[in-house]
């Protein structure tokens, strides 16, 4: 691993995961940083990338919320639901989860119009990459595994 990358995770050291949108403001910056480098985008790549990308996560954040905000909140109290609100907060679910592979499958179209295909499913692999150092990292300073 580049010292680069090993820099990114240990400033992840210093997030105080209380702060949450500051922290989230760090970690996006951190994640910036990491593609980048991991993409190895020229300037030009950059330029027409990371408007795509960033339209992209804004959506997909919205979708998250949504789900969060309309399904996750009602499930913990899934033992009182009545049977037609059990079917309705499963139906928009699944709406939210077609929305979401909608999405995705139209970014990554997008996406390889303005990178390599090669580099696209770079971007895939290196998310996942991040997104592991990340919970390392936030495991790590948890204390725990």
Known sequence: MNKFIIIIFLSIT??????????????????VAFITEKLSLSSKEAQDFWPVYNE????????????????????????????????????????????????????????????TAKKTLLLLKSEEEFKRQLIKQYRHNKGGK
């Open 14 to 31: 210093s997030l105080s995961f209380g702060q949450r949108n500051k922290d989230w403001e760090k970690i996006n910056t951190l994640k």
């Open 56 to 115: 992209y996560q804004e959506k997909r954040n919205d979708l998250r919320k949504k789900n969060h905000i309309q399904i996750r909140s009602k499930i913990k109290d899934a033992q009182t639901l009545t049977k037609k609100e059990a079917e309705n907060l499963l139906t928009l679910h699944i709406k939210i989860e077609e929305e979401e592979q909608v999405l995705e499958t139209n970014f990554l179209k997008e996406v390889s119009k303005v990178i």
